[in-house]
């Protein structure tokens, strides 16, 4: 079965075949349609050919032009300025660096990023420990153990004292 699509609507759907975005169905009759249509062919190879040269200068632009002495400097230092282990002349060139290199810039806020996340999930865990520890305190103090730690007996002792002068007060004020 042939599938005859016009020049019009074959150049409507190069753009998104030299994308590869077109179903499969639909690129194979494109296709058919370049290699009997010379016209169409030239315009899929200029349309190419300006894309590759597109994902060049994208890719040169990404990798090349911030990646600098410079750069490779700030990120030597970047984890002793993170630490304060820098003197005042480091720690203003690495700003310099920041303020001027949009790579070291993203670096920095990447490095803030991951350091507050750190906090944040040690800070987390530190809370998790406390209230488990809590749990220890108090089962520890309703089994009752005779090798209770000091520690234990103390605010064993404390809370008693606590509840006595608490329910002192209480009888105090309303017997
Ligand atoms: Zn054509």
């Known amino acids: 079965m042939q599938h005859n699509l016009s020049c019009e609507q ?78 005042d002349l480091e720690n203003i060139k690495i700003k310099k660096i920041a303020i001027s290199n949009p790579l070291a810039r993203q670096d920095l806020e990447n490095i803030y990023t991951f350091k507050k996340l750190l906090h944040s999930s040690f800070e987390k865990t530190k809370n998790d420990m406390k209230t488990d520890y809590s749990k220890v305190i108090i089962s520890n103090l309703r089994q009752d153990n005779k090798e209770i730690d000091p520690f234990f007996k103390l605010s064993a002792l404390f809370f008693a004292i606590l509840s006595i002068i608490i329910g002192g007060i209480i009888g105090f004020l309303y017997f």
């Open 10 to 87: 074959v150049i409507a759907l190069l753009p998104f075949f030299v994308e590869e975005k077109l179903t499969d169905k639909l690129a194979k009759y494109v296709n058919e349609h370049l290699e009997n249509c010379p016209e169409c062919m030239e315009k899929y190879l200029q349309m190419k050919n300006m894309l590759n040269k597109l994902i060049d200068t994208h890719n040169i632009e990404i990798e090349n032009p911030y990646v600098t002495k410079q750069y490779e400097n700030f990120k030597t230092n970047l984890s002793a300025y993170i630490d304060n282990e820098l003197d």
